[in-house]
């Protein structure tokens, strides 16, 4: 089974960037479909991001659409979630998370990463 690995993750002020990373290792990186999670203090996690293994299908939730760009490299086995424009309301622990079918319920999580957006 693959194994995840979040990077990135830190204080920012409101309107910065931050790109976060996730390292797959343990399995076939290519086989997966790869998403991002995120869960703000108190609240669910939800999705708000996946992509394709061919990297030709993506998802992005409303909240993040026009700010948030997900990709990913095969070859490096990686895949980043580039954060520009961050608000507050971004606040929350980022996971990495895979699937063997895009669309479907994903079944690997990282441990994941503390965004933290200052007003």
């Known amino acids: 089974q693959v194994q995840l690995v979040e990077f990135g993750g830190g204080l920012v002020q409101t309107g910065g960037s931050l790109r976060l990373s996730c390292l797959a290792s343990?399995?076939?990186?290519?086989?997966?479909?790869m998403g991002w999670f995120r869960q703000p203090p108190g609240e669910p996690r939800e999705q708000i991001a996946s992509?394709?293994?061919?990297?030709?299908?993506?998802y992005l939730a409303d909240s993040v659409k026009g700010r948030f760009t997900i990709s990913r490299d095969n070859a490096k086995n990686t895949v980043s979630l580039q954060m520009n424009n961050l608000k507050p309301e971004d606040t929350a622990v980022y996971y990495c998370?895979?699937?063997?079918?895009?669309?479907?319920?994903?079944?690997?999580y990282g441990q994941g990463t503390r965004v933290t957006v200052s007003s």
């Open positions: 998370a895979a699937t063997e079918v895009f669309g479907y319920e994903f079944d690997y």
């Open positions: 343990g399995d076939t990186f290519s086989k997966y479909a």
């Open positions: 992509i394709s293994w061919k990297g030709n299908t993506l």
